[in-house]
């Protein structure tokens, strides 16, 4: 579908009520968030930036979910993943986007009880256990290859430069791969998936500024320049956000892989802000077009949020060399 010159997923309905009003139809919000169909965050800023419209967002609910944080199925714990999203996407946004009113009552019900939670902290993060491995699939192993090689000496080298020429402040430390589960409890006893409220994703890269943020990165290679990147993104910065920055997190060091005791002790001190990188060669045709007004959307709460994000361009080139030598010691 095409909308303004706007090319749109044909599985996300979009009606165009007049110049400055769109809805939006959600078929599958149990999809991975990183799919076009269900990235909803991604076109609503690409349509926002390009057409200056409001938009409300309906979706098909689930209505296999009992209103409660526990025995969740795999599907239902995606289902909760989206609630969280759309809560802080539209609490954002506030001014030009809404949830259509016959959706809105899951996404109320998911905060009453997040927010409780949060309260009276129970609810606990996972961490890593191990070091990452690459993974066997050959759709992520090229991106596992280069995320590998930032975190060496001179791959952080590399992106310590690439964020001074952003006036960003330079990186002490850089790990891969922080894992963002989330369970219902406050003991490392808790975490099993009966009480699994998000299923688990990693975030790519992370790392500690010179000045106590929480830099997270989402990587691309030149190969995947999907708009989901900056969904993606969206909920890791939100969830370090309620996690590390508030401090309603694991503190029970179980190991010291991925420098999580780094990390452990930048949260007890206090994080300063979240820095989200989105981090690639290239991007979606649909980013690119409007990408600084996406970007000057996003952070017009900055002050409020503590979130900021920054798109980066990488040039595969200049790491080519430490990613072929990784390649070479697995295979």
């Known amino acids: 579908m095409t909308l303004m010159g706007l090319e749109l997923p044909s599985n996300i309905e979009f009606t165009q009520e007049d110049d400055k009003h769109i809805r939006m139809h959600i078929e599958k919000p149990m999809e991975n968030m990183q799919n076009d169909s269900a990235a909803f965050e991604a076109w609503a800023l690409c349509l926002k930036a390009k057409m200056n419209c409001n938009i409300i967002l309906s979706y098909q609910e689930y209505n296999c979910w009992d209103k409660s944080f526990y025995k969740l ?56 256990i191990n070091e990452s491995e690459t993974s066997k699939s050959n759709e992520h192993r090229d991106e596992h290859f280069v995320e590998k090689a930032f975190i060496t000496a001179v791959g952080k080298e590399k992106l310590n430069q690439l964020l001074a020429e952003e ?6 430390i850089i790990n891969n791969q922080l ?12 975490i099993k998936e009966l009480n699994r409220i998000f299923p688990t994703g990693f975030i790519d890269l992370w790392g500690i500024s010179e000045k106590d943020d929480l830099c997270i990165f989402e990587l691309k290679i030149d190969s995947n320049n999907h708009v989901g990147i900056i969904s993606q993104l969206f909920f890791y910065a939100n969830y370090c956000k309620d996690v590390f920055y ?44 409007n990408r600084n007004r996406i970007e ?19 040039d595969y080139e200049s790491i080519k060399e430490i990613v072929d030598t990784s390649v070479k010691i697995k295979l």
């Open 73 to 128: 199925c795999c599907k239902q714990t995606h289902y909760m993943r989206f609630l969280y999203r759309l809560w802080k996407f539209s609490e954002l946004m506030s001014e030009w986007f809404k949830i259509d009113v016959k959706c809105i009552a899951d996404v109320e019900q998911f905060k009453r009880m997040f927010l409780e939670l949060k309260a009276n902290r129970q609810y606990i993060n996972n961490t890593p």
């Open 167 to 172: 006036k960003e402040s330079k990186l002490k």
């Open 179 to 190: 894992p963002n589960g989330l369970f219902k409890g406050k003991l490392v006893g808790d």
């Open 246 to 289: 508030d401090k309603v997190y694991n503190d029970r060091i179980q190991s010291y892989k991925r420098g999580y005791k780094e990390l452990h002790n930048t949260v007890k001190s206090g994080i300063v802000s979240i820095k989200a990188y989105f981090l690639a060669p290239g991007y979606h045709k649909e980013i690119n077009v």
């Open 296 to 314: 000057e959307i996003l952070n017009q709460k900055k002050d409020i949020t503590k979130i900021e994000y920054k798109f980066l361009d990488y």
